[in-house]
């Protein structure tokens, strides 16, 4: 199946003006990413692979952004980890941390890493599993993301580009944005295959509580418009 989304029901589940999906809408169609349709838009047949599929590839990339997120992690008490492939090599790359956590999670595969570290008291989150990506979405996972307010968040992303940091599955992005709302700083873990790339949900323009960490140096474009906000890039080294 293709399924299609009506302007109205995107400006709905965003909070934003019909005028903006519109706009951002257009974008997307120009760019071969969606098929746009009298009042909406289908998806293309040319999907995101399934995280099973995205773990096996780029792993050297990932390995790498992650050390350095867990290098600039900190003692924090409090952690949320969204859900995808390269946050899912930062939780391996946690899950042997000697100092007491509460990790926050929709993703259960995040959970399973870390559950074996008795520091580690990891809290999963309510709501309506999405098996594709192995995490839960939904209202009852904002609700309960909601509740908290968290020192770091570490989230991936499927695009990053001069607007901000977006996801591909609207769903997920929603939860995503909640996550930023309570966390004082956000840890974007994204590698150079996602520069100037805009997926369908913007999560969030550049803000200087974010870092983008990656394996390479952004764009002059992408950097340009990180700087001007504030926001910080980290640059991971690839072992060799």
Do not use: W
């Given at each position: 199946m293709n399924p299609s989304l009506r302007v109205h029901q995107l400006a709905e589940a965003l909070d934003v003006s019909t005028e903006?999906?519109?706009r951002d809408l257009a974008e997307l169609g120009e760019s071969g990413k969606i098929n746009r349709t009298y009042g909406g838009a289908v998806r293309m047949q040319k999907f995101e692979p399934a995280l099973s599929e995205r773990l096996l590839l780029k792993v050297q990339e990932r390995e790498a952004i992650a050390r350095m997120a867990v290098e600039?992690?900190?003692?924090?008490?409090?952690?949320?980890?969204?859900?995808?492939?390269?946050?899912?090599?930062?939780?391996?790359?946690?899950?042997?941390?000697?100092?007491?956590?509460?990790?926050?999670?929709?993703?259960?595969?995040?959970?399973?890493?870390?559950?074996?570290?008795?520091?580690?008291?990891?809290?999963?989150?309510?709501?309506?599993?999405?098996?594709?990506?192995?995490?839960?979405?939904?209202?009852?996972?904002?609700?309960?993301?909601?509740?908290?307010?968290?020192?770091?968040?570490?989230l991936g992303a499927s695009g990053v580009s001069r607007e901000g940091i977006s996801e591909a599955l609207l769903s997920a992005g929603q939860v995503y944005q909640a996550i930023m709302a309570n966390s004082d700083q956000v840890f974007i873990l994204a590698d150079s295959s996602k520069f100037n790339k805009r997926a369908l949900t913007l999560l969030s323009s550049w803000k200087s509580n974010i870092t983008l960490i990656?394996?390479?140096?952004?764009?002059?474009?992408?950097?340009?418009?990180?700087?001007?906000?504030?926001?910080?890039?980290?640059?991971?080294?690839?072992?060799?």
């Open positions: 903006t999906v519109r600039r992690l900190g003692n924090f008490d409090a952690l949320l980890i969204g859900g995808g492939a390269t946050t899912l090599h930062f939780a391996r790359a946690i899950r042997k941390l000697e100092h007491p956590m509460t990790v926050i999670t929709p993703a259960y595969g995040v959970a399973q890493e870390l559950s074996h570290n008795p520091y580690l008291e990891v809290l999963c989150l309510p709501g309506i599993f999405h098996g594709k990506e192995g995490l839960v979405c939904g209202p009852e996972a904002i609700k309960a993301i909601e509740r908290f307010h968290v020192p770091v968040a570490v990656t394996e390479r140096p952004p764009t002059d474009e992408l950097q340009s418009a990180i700087s001007e906000s504030g926001a910080s890039v980290a640059i991971a080294v690839l072992e060799s």
